[in-house]
Nanobody, 122 residues
Framework: QVQLVESGGGLVQAGGSLSLSCAAAGSIFSINTMGWYRQAPGKQRDLVATITSGGSTNYADSVKGRFTISRDNAKNTVYLQMNSLRPEDTAVYYC????????????????WGQGTQVTVSS
């Protein structure tokens, strides 16, 4: 019943900015951690940034100082503001919800969005 609906992504020039959003929909009581991961062609899916319901954040070293993650608990939505984009940021970006509790108090360890393509041209 739970789905993550992403929006954003696209093609930008190096040095530009882009923002992503992801809303969790369904019978949700709470979500402990929401975050963004990315996967480039031929590479593993790696963490970009996460944020807990209390606002604690964690960033990959490669994006620190450039990306900002935020969330709206009331809307079960997570955002990623990406600035100073580089060609190496090109990847499919996936939204994730971890420690999700449904209204029936069932715990889901991890739910993934469909992914959205971010391409940064040189």
């Amino acid at each position: 019943q739970v789905q993550l609906v992403e929006s954003g992504g696209g093609l930008v020039q190096a040095g530009g900015s882009l923002s992503l959003s992801c809303a969790a929909a369904g019978s949700i009581f709470s979500i402990n951690t929401m975050g963004w991961y990315r996967q480039a062609p031929g590479k593993q899916r790696d963490l970009v940034a996460t944020i807990t319901s209390g606002g604690s954040t964690n960033y990959a070293d490669s994006v620190k100082g450039r990306f900002t993650i935020s969330r709206d608990n009331a809307k079960n939505t997570v955002y990623l503001q990406m600035n100073s984009l580089r060609p190496e940021d090109t990847a499919v970006y996936y939204c994730n919800a971890g420690g999700l509790i449904t209204t029936s108090l069932f715990r889901l360890s991890s739910v993934w969005g469909q992914g959205t393509q971010v391409t940064v041209s040189s």
